[in-house]
């Protein structure tokens, strides 16, 4: 048992005063709480910014949405704005967990969630992202589970959120508020490669604060959606997932964003694939033509050579079912 203090913060401005270098950001705690009883995670002091920020889905004079920090992934994939004009990302949210974290999880925390890789979460093996320059039990481990695309010798653990490989997709900002001030980064900003330091997982600055995600307006006529792919039905994590917003125009694609999730260390943000539809005619041949350039650059270990070709069987499956005719919403 490790000893911490906890703070309640009334306002964002109060919170990121009471931050410092052994203190963590508490909301629904779905992943952190987790990560403190495994003795992954040790501060020192726990913020909670239940009351320090919105937990509000308001509809911008431009068309777009902003959707605050503290909103509950039940309440944002319920509402009716998100499930009209944002089917990816209902869809998305409704495709992890399980309902009761849903209940508890907000929107500024799933940006913040940590990867289930096994030997992270286990506290004792090697593990460049918990202890930097251990090494990496997974590279020469069970790795089935693990990342093909943007990852290095140091890690290739799974981002493991469906909802933001959805907000990659839909070209989100995120809205950041710290002591310097507050500032806005575009959705891939946000989450960094591992590189030589996979203990450096986003963007943040010390003691900066997600306060709002921004979805842009959907254009007219545009088709979105969110596939995933996983071992069992209820409650597991992506191995290959897609998310695609595409427009036609005519018999053409004029425009579409792809992000994949399951098999990158980051939601992927697939630009080749989006280079090889823009402007083309649909057809089956041309989707295995872009999910091929989705993928071109993965870097499979021998465990988990298999998400290569699964990610590209969801791409395919996603862009038919979006030019065929945009599915539905399930119910909640």
Not at 18 to 47: E, H
Request: with cysteine; glycine share 8%; proline share 6%.
């Amino acid at each position: 048992m490790r000893a911490f203090s906890y703070h309640r913060a009334a306002t964002p401005a109060a919170a990121i005063a009471a931050a410092g270098s052994t203190t963590a950001y508490v909301a629904g705690g779905t992943t952190l709480i987790d990560l403190v009883k495994l003795d992954v995670l040790r501060p020192a002091r726990l913020i909670d910014v239940n009351g320090a920020g919105s937990a509000a889905i308001t509809a911008r004079a431009d068309g777009g949405l902003r959707v605050g920090a503290l909103v509950r992934n039940s309440d944002l994939a319920r509402h009716p704005l998100v499930r009209e004009k944002y089917p990816v990302l209902a869809e998305a949210i409704l495709s992890g967990a399980s309902p009761q974290l849903r209940n508890m999880a907000t929107t500024g925390g799933n940006l913040m969630q940590r990867t289930r890789c096994t030997y992270y979460r286990d506290g004792i093996s090697p593990c460049n992202k918990r202890e930097p320059g251990s090494g990496c039990a997974a590279w020469e481990g069970i790795h089935r589970s693990h990342a093909v695309l943007g990852g290095s010798e140091a890690c290739i653990a799974t981002h493991p959120s469906d909802m933001c490989v959805a907000l990659a997709a839909l070209a989100a900002t995120i809205s950041l508020q710290g002591r310097a001030g507050r500032r806005t980064l575009p959705f891939d900003a946000f989450h960094l490669l591992p590189g030589a330091t996979p203990e450096k997982e986003h963007a943040l600055l010390p003691g900066e604060l997600i306060t709002a995600v921004t979805l842009p307006a959907p254009a007219k006529g545009e088709r979105s959606w969110y596939l995933k792919l996983r071992d069992r039905e209820s409650y597991e994590f992506a191995l290959a997932s897609a998310a695609v917003v595409l427009r036609l125009q005519g018999r053409r694609i004029a425009s579409c964003r792809i992000a994949l999730g399951g098999v990158g260390t980051k939601p992927w943000r697939a630009h080749e694939a989006e280079a090889v539809l823009t402007g083309a005619v649909p057809a089956e041949a041309l989707f295995r033509h872009a999910a091929e350039a989705a993928l071109q650059s993965a870097r499979p270990r021998p465990g988990n050579a298999f998400k290569v070709e699964l990610a590209r069987r969801v791409l395919v499956r996603v862009l038919a079912l979006l030019v065929e005719g945009q599915p539905s919403v399930r119910q909640i």
